[in-house]
């Protein structure tokens, strides 16, 4: 391993407060960890109307810089895959390698929406709210716990409910662009068997590309994070140590 600190960067509608079992896992494993808010999650107040993916990206790429000085690994959770990919094309020197935690693999030119919309299933339609301001949106709180949170503790599911903040559209609706030096980047995928939001057949498809052997799996919902943090962290220091 060589010794960076790991940026953990989270999923729609959440922030750094997800990863709370998973950062003590990894300093038990001699890994230290940072996660972040991004724009508009968790204490940061950037208004909605203002959050970008360039803003996410920039904060991440920031965030990276002030860790370490030299690249670091960088995780992302979800909607993240898309968050760490625009600060992978952006700068990047600041990513040792990218960990994508059932997260949308970027495809070029199309935005996060567009691979949700290709997905082979969309379990996730039903529970999206947007709100009367046209910008942001919510999960209604009668699907958290079957589609997020299905094998995690009752505390952490009200945890989490008392967490979560509405999820600003447009970073999810921007397309992507990616550049060679994106393409030459090491990439590794945790793909979650059990997972409710993306579904794990269409994890695995968007994984296909990953060199061998940087596909792993994980029996778990779609927020690991809660319900298996220490086996998240085994998989997470066992990648770094690739």
């Not at 999650?41 to 904060?59: I, N, S």
């Not at 690249?71 to 994508?100: R, T």
């Not at 503790?153 to 662009?177: E, G, K, N, W, Y």
């Not at 068997?193 to 060199?211: L, S």
């Amino acid at each position: 391993m060589s010794g960076a600190p790991v940026l953990l960067v989270h999923g729609s509608c959440h922030g750094a407060w997800c990863w709370r079992g998973v950062i003590p896992a990894l300093e038990a494993r001699g890994v230290s960890a940072r996660a972040i808010d991004l724009p508009g999650h968790g204490a940061d107040k950037t208004p909605l109307a203002e959050v970008t993916l360039a803003g996410y990206a920039r904060a991440i790429i920031d965030a990276a810089r002030a860790m370490h000085d030299g690249p670091v690994p960088i995780l992302g959770h979800s909607m993240a895959g898309y968050a760490i990919a625009a600060a992978a094309v952006e700068a990047p020197e600041v990513v040792e390698k990218l960990i994508f935690l059932c997260a949308y693999v970027p495809q070029e030119g199309r935005s996060m929406v567009d691979l949700r919309k290709a997905g082979p299933r969309q379990p996730l339609l039903p529970a999206i709210r947007q709100h009367a301001d046209g910008i942001s949106y919510s999960f209604a709180e009668e699907y958290h716990k079957r589609l997020f949170y299905q094998d995690c503790s009752d505390a952490d599911v009200a945890f989490a409910r008392a967490h979560l903040t509405p999820q600003a559209i447009l970073p999810q609706a921007t397309p992507l662009a990616l550049s060679p030096a994106y393409h030459t980047l090491e990439k590794h995928y945790i793909r979650c068997t059990e997972d409710n939001v993306i579904p794990t057949e269409y994890q695995a498809h968007m994984a296909r590309g990953f060199a061998p052997g940087h596909l792993t799996t994980l029996p778990a919902s779609h927020s690991p994070f809660f319900s298996m943090p220490e086996r998240l962290a085994d998989r997470v220091v066992a990648i770094l140590a690739r």
